[in-house]
């Protein structure tokens, strides 16, 4: 993720995994949310910036854009609004969403409105940060072999065993972390920090090495 500078508007450049592309977001809030979206394998693909709507509200012309629209596994599709409502304003946020919401049902999307905190809730998303960085390492049959070789030992693994583990036998660390990034070791994200004490599991045993990454 990289920030960028353009005609005094800051932009930020995240590499998408999922879309095969690079795309560009103007706030570190959206660029977050693209992050979650990544990891998520019940989406299948998102759009920023697709449309937007020209609505009344209180006798007076609007004008509202989702932030984005992602569509699910299941052909489902979601317009999102990421948004910080302020404490007292509830009530006219209220108003708005539920017009944006009828108009959204008439096109069949779903309406959801994300606040910076539900985006960058703890530890998930610093989990998901820490991830991102390793999801590009390559991971060679022999390190997956040694994965299978660690399991086969430890019935109860923690993410410091395997990382003692493979540092016995001469393994860059970052391995580690790659095996969580691409999908071949999982772990309870929302609710433990990846430290020593992460409780981890093999989902994969032999993953695709032709789609390698984040979203594997």
Request: with cysteine; proline share 5%.
């Amino acid at each position: 993720m990289k920030k960028i500078t353009f005609r005094g508007y800051n932009r930020f450049k995240f590499q998408s995994l999922k879309l095969g592309r690079s795309v560009f977001c103007n706030s570190q809030l959206l660029r977050d949310f693209l992050l979650d979206l990544e990891w998520d394998l019940k989406i299948r693909s998102y759009e920023i910036w697709p449309f937007k709507f020209i609505y009344q509200e209180e006798g007076r012309n609007k004008t509202f854009r989702p932030h984005l629209v992602f569509d699910t596994n299941e052909n489902h599709r979601s317009a999102v609004w990421l948004k910080s409502i302020d404490p007292g304003s509830e009530e006219t946020y209220s108003r708005t969403i539920r017009l944006i919401t009828e108009l959204c049902a008439r096109q069949s999307l779903g309406f959801l409105v994300k606040s910076p905190a539900e985006v960058r809730r703890v530890p998930y998303f610093s989990n998901l940060k820490i991830l991102q960085r390793y999801s590009r390492c390559e991971i060679s049959i022999d390190q997956l072999f040694l994965c299978h070789d660690f399991f086969s030992q430890f019935p109860t693994p923690l993410l410091g065993d395997l990382a003692e583990f493979f540092a016995y036998r001469d393994q860059p660390p970052a391995v580690v972390f790659a095996l969580l990034s691409q999908r071949i070791v999982a772990g309870d994200l929302d609710n433990f920090r990846l430290d020593y004490d992460f409780p981890i599991e093999l989902i994969n045993e032999f993953p695709n090495f032709e789609n390698r990454g984040l979203m594997s």
